[in-house]
């Protein structure tokens, strides 16, 4: 955004001014080394004085809400994690304090290795908390002048993990501001450095403004200049349709009406999730009003007269409520914007990133230590598109294609590609370094608390969900990758070498409709549709199918895989990189019993039934019955390991793998005896190879049998 | 033996001449066809005329005894056996008669697979079988008449089952006759083809004359000139100490001494396996005797006045408690001779094959359709060293060193080597072809009768029980190939690869002792002591342990592996074939935990953890204390896949494989903090791939990452 303010009538004096994320790319090393220590120390000492705005010892140890640790932590953590990671990257040989990097290590989202029991944690005091801490700025700063230093500064230099640090650091500005805003108000104490923003006056009418339809492409390069976490990377590209975008962020007058009107009363207007969580909590108002005769607004350190033109800070839960009752009122199509729109928007206002002079935002603690009247920034048509408070979106975090994790943090974002943290854009007043910038992408889950509030629009269009779920069933997780993942031990893919096969064998004949019986997680239907006109897959399995299904409509599966024990690694497979982009729309999935199948599968000229025989319950039916479903003169192509097993399929049903009289009968013995009446063996029996991956180190290694069948006209017996 | 027989006496006629078999490597084709052909037409058509010794329809379809099928079936089976074996070939394109072949494919011995519940079977008549008979008979002498032959005929040949379906007659031809002999009386009709021996005497006073001590060297190589079952081939070599050998069979005069004597009833004779078939059947003498006011004996068609001096027949509890019985009476070690006590014997009295003329022994249905007296026939100092009855041996078969099964009679003798069949030796009156051979192996379990008796010995030795057991559990026939077995997918013996890999590691190092931790089969303890003084196989699965004593005691292992369904292969693994016949002595297998190891499991210059520690229960116990083990400057190799899995290994005890403070904490971590103490890492982590095989088609290929460990001296901490 533009530095030279549109205003300059706002004269406050403060003394916090922090330095911009630096970029990684140009000037010379030492005069980066420099920039980058100032960008430490600012950081560094800028978080250590925000706990100056706690009162007491107790403001320190006494939790500020019941899920999260208190404050003691989280001065403690964001010093473990420059040497955790600096451990972990072998930058830094020995842990400065095993112990405190113990206690500090974990416990900022609800992950399941947390662990919030105050009985496990014997925090250390304060003063040894400030001395550990100026251990760990002595050791990085130590680092930063010694390290060898070339630029670009890339994901692999060694000075990643050190902005990794600095950059975690101002999240936890952020995120230790609002526990300090959650806290008890007898637990903190004003402090002028930290003194809100004391401008408010009347609250302006809200109006929808229209944002021409257009192109948003987004996602980070990997050599990009500046500092970027791993969900900010890759490519990303969509197509916005004309929307219409309040002009100003929601104000506290604005939501008022809503909280008047029984919004958090009327039920129909909240979400299921929504309101499991409104009653949990009795939420009857946001979380930071409190009534003293009369509304007031909690801010970090002090409680003031209602600000009513200031931004309203909602949930997202709250947010959504407000739009369906406003849609109610209004019978617009009323909604949050998803992260698209949100950059369309960006757009449109001709909003930039924040330049080494005063923002002209909201943002980077440039306007004091709390929100500021919506009116107060100007971006084109609009107000506080960027800056004030974050903005909740409609959009669930996902990763971009192409996204990868960072070695030295893979748990960063995956563990938030649930479908149940929302992002949010745009940055608050607190917002800084990586945060305050357009590439930003936080998520958080749907009923936590930020400095955030909410933009509305209008549109026609349903809001876009990406995939955000990472599939984690272990059988799942296999097949996926099984079909659409890496080659081991030098096999090719088997679900596509099965294709090619059949494909092959298809030379000269017609190629209307094939059926891939046993499918799976799909991968060789889309080969097939390759020549295929049309390709239905069908699996007994609907969890199967569903990937199959997410990767026909949205061109990606993602997945995480076991690497050891209860480690994994996340993965995205797409069409486009297997080249099959073409193919979706020939290829439609099923669930169906390969043993019972319904009378509408009929007609083809190729039913591949891979890797099946020996996982039904009736094979000899299946045998007996197929050629019902084949053209004369289509082919059935088997393939299959002859795993008998009686979990799968009854002793008495199974195709060979026994003595019967008195010989031994192999399953190629029963396939002819079961086939012969209506087809003829094309060639001869052969052997291919699939892996399937279960960890990093153990793998089944297989042979399936492979034959071909050719329908013949029927004969007399 | 000499054709020229000692005596000419006997002038009986008899009409049934039978051909030998024949050589298969000499003289011209057209002749070798000719040969086969009325080596064929004599043994079907004998066959047949068998079965005009049972008097009416009743005597084929009912039951000789209750756990055979009725002769009827017997009929059919020889014939049918051509076909399943020539259709198995492929030799023969099609069935001759499906039903017919269904019907008398199995049911001969107790096999899992035989079927002998006669509410399954609808026997077809007499002449429908007969008419079959007939319809087998032209089919195979068309095949002998056309097939293009080449000598030698071997295993691979198209002949090979033609003469395997005339040797499996001749072998019918006598057990048949056994069932015949234990018809009911009403039954069965006497033929003047069949006539009995008629001569008989006074029985002669046994004694025991020297057998000296040598060397037998046994077992057919593949292309021996005759025909052979797969038992016959292979390589055996033992020293047999000096021993005496009873002159004659045991007369059923000599045995009426000990019925008489209470021995059915002397429950002491007996051993337990014996007592209860005798308690079981209340036997109290032999079964072919009779009481009519006086001893009779039941042949074939007619019972007769006891021949005293004819052999008695009995099973092998019968002839061991005689034995016992024999050596309480005269405090001598006397006992039944094993197999290579028998074919010493035969060295001894200069024992040679069946030539063309009249056998000189009761051979071959040379001399009539019955036993004759002990006396008739000398072969050097005794008589009887073969034919007349077979003779029960102390020896259950097993098969020789380098056995094959033929693939198309897989499970002819392999199901037999389990512990409970017994070896046959000689022959008897009947026995011709491949069964009136010095090389034939016929074993039957130890309570069956056929027209055997026993000769016995006394020795100063035990007799040599061979390991004929065939491992078919399924982990540990699994493992058992992983040591011992072939490769697959190129990937090399990983137990070899393991100690390999130690011993460079040890390079310049003491190698006096080795401990080979979860040694499962202990392939890498015997490669580890091709250069340690001594090397402990420890483990702890009693069962894993079992077999490496077995490997380190008898120098092979024996197991079966699953190919597909319940179809299995049968393997022999030897030490001698891996070249580690000499480390035997060197290496001793115990059963422990290596969590709690006793404390003489100490001063190793190497432990070898290879697949170990991801199975442990305390894995971290065990890395905190090896060092007390292992010497100054000794190594500790750990190969592990790190498969943690929580049925192993409670959580809490795994070394890596989950979030440590936030972090990743990999195996390798765990490894480096755990041993840190007392050992120093050589070189870094590398992996090496193995590969378990389960079925023919499907394996585990895993990568087990190797880290080799050097004691270092106690430092302070």
Not at 197 to 220: F, M, Q, S, W
Not at 241 to 268: I, R
Not at 609 to 628: C, K, S
Request: net charge negative; proline share 5%.
């Amino acid at each position: 955004m533009d530095s030279t303010a549109s205003t300059t009538a706002h004269t406050r004096q403060h003394t916090i001014s922090l330095t911009r994320t630096p970029n990684l790319s140009e000037g010379s090393p030492e005069a980066k080394r420099q920039e980058i220590a100032r960008y430490f120390t600012d950081t560094f000492d800028t978080y250590t004085r925000l706990f100056d705005c706690l009162a007491d010892d107790a403001g320190y140890f006494q939790k500020a809400i019941p899920l999260r640790h208190p404050l003691i932590f989280y001065l403690g953590h964001t010093a473990t994690f420059f040497v955790n990671k600096l451990v972990l990257a072998k930058t830094l040989k020995e842990r400065i304090n095993p112990n405190m990097e113990s206690i500090f290590a974990v416990g900022v989202d609800e992950m399941s290795w947390d662990d919030l029991n105050d009985d496990h944690y014997d925090w250390p005091s304060v003063q040894a908390v400030l001395d550990y801490r100026a251990q760990v700025r002595e050791t990085v700063l130590y680092l930063i002048n010694t390290l060898p230093l070339a630029l670009p500064i890339d994901w692999d230099s060694d000075w990643w993990p050190i902005v990794m640090g600095i950059e975690h650091e101002r999240i936890h500005l952020e995120t230790s501001s609002v526990l300090i805003r959650q806290h008890h108000l007898d637990r903190v104490q004003s402090q002028p450095e930290w003194a809100p923003n004391r401008e408010t006056g009347e609250a302006p009418e809200n109006e929808l403004i229209t944002v021409p339809a257009g192109t948003v492409r987004i996602g980070k390069p990997y050599n990009d200049a500046y500092y970027g976490w791993d969900n900010e990377y890759g490519e990303h590209q969509a197509e916005v349709t004309e929307f219409k975008a309040s002009q100003y962020l929601v104000s506290n007058q604005e939501f008022l009406a809503f909280v008047e009107a029984g919004g958090y009363q009327q039920d129909s207007l909240w979400s299921e999730e929504g309101l499991a969580w409104r009653q949990f909590t009795k939420a009857k108002h946001p979380t930071f009003w409190r009534w003293h005769n009369g509304w007031q607004l909690r801010l970090m350190t002090e409680e003031v007269e209602m600000p009513w033109d200031w931004p309203v800070e909602v949930n997202y839960h709250e947010a959504k409520a407000f739009c369906e009752w406003k849609r109610e009122q209004t019978g617009q199509p009323i909604r949050l914007p998803t992260e698209d729109e949100w950059y369309r928007l960006c757009d449109a206002a001709g909003v930039q990133e924040v330049g080494p002079g005063t923002a002209n935002a909201n943002l980077h603690l440039d306007h004091g230590a709390s929100s500021c009247p919506v009116t107060r920034f100007r971006h084109g048509q609009w107000f506080d598109v960027v800056g004030n408070v974050w903005q909740w979106t409609e959009t669930p975090t996902y990763p971009f294609d192409n996204f990868k994790v960072h070695p030295l943090y893979d748990d960063f974002t995956t563990p938030t590609f649930d479908g149940h943290h929302n992002l949010i854009k745009g940055g608050s007043w607190i917002s800084c370094g990586n945060e305050a910038r357009l590439a930003s992408r936080y998520a958080f889950r749907r009923h936590f608390f930020q400095h955030a509030g909410f933009r509305y629009i209008t549109s026609e269009a349903e809001a876009v969900q990406p995939n955000a779920y990472y599939e984690s069933d272990r059988l799942l997780t296999e097949y996926a990758e099984f079909h659409y993942g890496d080659q081991w031990f030098g096999v090719a893919n088997f679900p596509k070498a099965m294709a090619d096969l059949a494909l092959d064998a298809m030379a000269g004949k017609s190629t209307g409709k094939a059926l891939d019986l046993g499918c799976a997680c799909g991968r060789s239907s889309f080969e097939l549709a390759r020549q295929f006109d049309e390709v239905e897959g069908v699996d007994f399995s609907a969890n199967f199918i569903r990937l199959g299904v997410e990767m026909a409509e949205q061109g990606a599966i993602r997945y995480s895989l076991t690497e050891e024990g209860e480690l994994v690694s996340y993965h995205t497979r797409t069409l486009v990189e297997l080249d099959l982009a073409d193919t979706a729309s020939k290829v439609a999935f099923y669930q169906g019993d390969a043993c019972n199948l319904k009378p509408q599968y009929t007609g083809y000229d190729l039913v591949l039934a891979a890797n099946l025989i020996d996982r039904l319950y009736r094979p000899r039916r299946f045998l007996e019955t197929i050629h019902e479903r084949i053209n004369q003169g289509g082919l059935l192509v088997i393939a299959s390991p002859y795993t008998w097993l009686e979990e799968h399929t009854p002793k008495e049903e199974w195709l060979g793998g026994f003595k019967k009289d008195g010989e031994n009968h192999r399953t190629l013995d029963g396939l002819k005896e079961h086939l012969g009446q209506h087809f003829r063996m094309v060639g001869e029996p052969r052997k291919a190879p699939f892996v399937i991956r279960e960890t990093q180190h153990k793998f089944q290694h297989t042979l399936s049998e492979v034959t071909v069948w050719e329908r013949v006209p029927e004969q007399d017996h």
